[in-house]
């Protein structure tokens, strides 16, 4: 998911001449240029930028999946503050919140982080500037229809909602499709809750099958902001996403239900192990409130 910021990642010589495609999706395995058709602010540090495709095409991409973009020259020196640019290449991964069917475009929803060498690059460009993205192989960590699930939790912080985003799409918007499920969703304040709308409106269209609840705060302890309460739409919770919260909201374990993470690297460990491995680790909440791994996906 597009929560978490690795490391830069060198960009090749050339575009091969034979392009390579890891699934259906409309990029190649190869760098392409799109140009950037549309900028909307959705807070104060989060925009949705729109990418334009070949008319009457969309990106295909499999739920949940990420693409690669890239920010050229962007690049930081290892240990450098930072405006220290190196000259080389930055690659950030990013998970699309539009429908994946959508027509001539997609959306990417990004935050800008003080000093962040994409972010703040994308920011900064105008529209009908040209900007390279591909697909890579084996990114997918869970795949619809989710064979043999029932139900879902999806627990998410910050920017790592965009990959749950995609999730509900196709769990919401796909007719005959009537399994339950509930979004978890962490923010500091109630400004930084991303996508809240469009939340708002699934829950209320869902005829009780999606379940929304929003955990705002920045310590454990915090005390609720002025005016935070539940609404039709959502449950209103303060503090962090913890052991009793996911005891209080989450499907309970069963091999039949899935809890999708994704956040930053101290929610992954408190919650369930480090994002690289694949397996809950042990003494983790999610391992203390007794699932198991194949009940877990790391987004």
Not at 23 to 29: E, I, M, N, Q
Not at 72 to 91: F, Q
Request: aromatic share 8%.
């Amino acid at each position: 998911c597009c929560a978490r910021k690795p490391k830069p990642i060198a960009k090749p010589a050339a575009m091969a001449d034979e392009k390579e495609y890891a699934s259906t999706c409309f990029l190649p395995t190869s760098w392409t240029e799109l140009p950037l058709v549309e900028k909307r602010e959705v807070n104060h540090d989060s925009t949705v930028y729109a990418f334009g495709l070949p008319e009457g095409k969309s990106l295909e991409l499999p739920v949940c999946a990420c693409i690669l973009m890239l920010a050229p020259g962007r690049g930081r020196k290892e240990g450098g503050g930072k405006d220290d640019w190196d000259g080389s290449d930055a690659v950030r991964p990013y998970t699309p919140i539009s429908d994946n069917s959508m027509l001539g475009k997609f959306e990417l929803l990004v935050k800008r982080y003080d000093g962040g060498a994409a972010s703040q690059w994308l920011h900064e460009l105008p529209i009908g500037s040209k900007v390279s993205f591909k697909h890579i192989k084996f990114n997918i960590k869970a795949q619809y229809p989710f064979d043999g699930k029932k139900t879902f939790t999806l627990i998410a912080a910050g920017t790592g909602i965009t990959p749950m985003y995609q999730a509900l799409w196709k769990l919401l918007g796909t007719p005959g499709d009537e399994r339950k499920v509930t979004l978890i969703y962490g923010n500091k304040t109630t400004d930084d809750i991303l996508l809240k709308a469009q939340l708002d409106e699934w829950a209320a269209k869902s005829n009780g099958r999606l379940k929304v609840v929003h955990v705002v705060g920045m310590k454990p302890d915090d005390p609720p902001p002025p005016g935070w309460e539940s609404t039709p739409t959502y449950t209103a919770e303060t503090g962090w996403i913890d052991e009793a919260k996911l005891a209080k909201y989450a499907h309970p374990p069963a091999e039949d239900t899935l809890l999708f993470v994704c956040g930053l690297p101290i929610m992954y460990s408190a919650l369930c192990g480090p994002r690289s491995e694949k397996e809950l680790a042990e003494g983790t909440v999610l391992h203390k409130l007794g699932y198991t791994t194949p009940m877990i996906a790391k987004m």
